[in-house]
């Protein structure tokens, strides 16, 4: 497989994922509008944006490490982990915006998020799967 046919196929991966990923947020947040109301099911799909936010960074970064990898492994790294350090403050600084700034409902949002990241994390295994099992 080629380069640019494995950029693409990251690319699509990521993309499923986060449209997965978006709609199991609408989906949590249409059950938190049903049984608690509208600010309650807007705090969860801001918990599940946090986790749409990360997911589409990590790719993006993924994206930088390969180009960077081409010329340097160590510079790939060094995206790699600062990409991770990004994600984990934005976490924080969106957590912080949604409970503190907005008042959100703290635990509806951590759902939302929770949920989300679990999906995120199914997905990823999924898409090793199938890919041990195709190079086998």
């Not at 947020?25 to 946090?50: C, E, N, R, T």
């Not at 990409?83 to 700034?101: D, P, Q, S, T, Y």
């Amino acid at each position: 497989m080629s380069d640019s046919e494995k950029s693409s196929e990251l690319a699509n991966n990521a993309k499923k994922t986060i449209l997965l990923q978006l709609g199991i947020s609408l989906a949590i947040a249409a059950g938190f509008l049903l049984k608690d109301g509208s600010w309650v099911a807007i705090s969860a799909f801001y918990g599940g944006l946090v986790s749409v936010a990360t997911t589409t960074m990590l790719s993006r970064g993924i994206n930088r490490a390969s180009v960077a990898a081409e010329k340097s492994a160590q510079m790939s790294q060094v995206i790699l982990y600062l990409g991770a350090v990004v994600r984990f403050v934005l976490v924080l600084v969106m957590f912080g915006i949604g409970l503190g700034a907005l008042e959100m409902a703290a635990l509806p949002l951590i759902i939302g998020f929770v949920i989300t990241q679990l999906v995120f994390v199914l997905m990823a295994g999924r898409q090793g799967r199938e890919k041990q099992t195709s190079a086998e």
